[in-house]
């Protein structure tokens, strides 16, 4: 069992930056690959981010290359979500996921609560 909670979330305006990170706590963090969807009102959960159990390969959905930076630090269990630029159309519930490395919500096992990032026009 891995337990996932998010945090950074909040309101800014467009143009600005948000780090979110993600605490992973139980099973050995760096046997899972993790990742970051988001949720927008009234839309399916959809792919952000993701990265490989040792960090060294990454993917990100085509609106977030160039702006999202997925990273993470297995020493401190974190994983972590740098986003630039920021612009209304990102605005959603952001959830961190670990399990087998994919772009499928389906291939993560454990999910966190999700934190809500705002960004005003």
């Known amino acids: 069992q891995v337990q996932l909670v998010e945090s950074g979330g909040g309101l800014v305006q467009a143009g600005d930056s948000l780090t979110l990170s993600c605490a992973a706590s139980?099973?050995?963090?760096?046997?899972?690959?993790m990742a970051w969807f988001r949720q927008a009102p009234g839309k399916e959960r959809l792919f952000v981010a993701s990265?490989?159990?040792?960090?060294?390969?990454?993917h990100y959905t085509e609106s977030a290359k160039g702006r999202f930076t997925i990273s993470r630090d297995n020493g401190k269990n974190t994983v972590y979500l740098q986003m630039y630029n920021l612009n209304p159309e990102d605005t959603a519930v952001y959830y961190c996921?670990?399990?087998?490395?994919?772009?499928?919500?389906?291939?993560?096992?454990?999910w966190g609560q999700g934190t809500q990032v705002t960004v005003s026009s």
């Open positions: 139980g099973h050995t963090f760096s046997n899972y690959a």
């Open positions: 990265i490989t159990r040792t960090g060294k390969v990454t």
């Open positions: 996921a670990a399990g087998t490395y994919s772009f499928s919500a389906e291939s993560y096992n454990y």
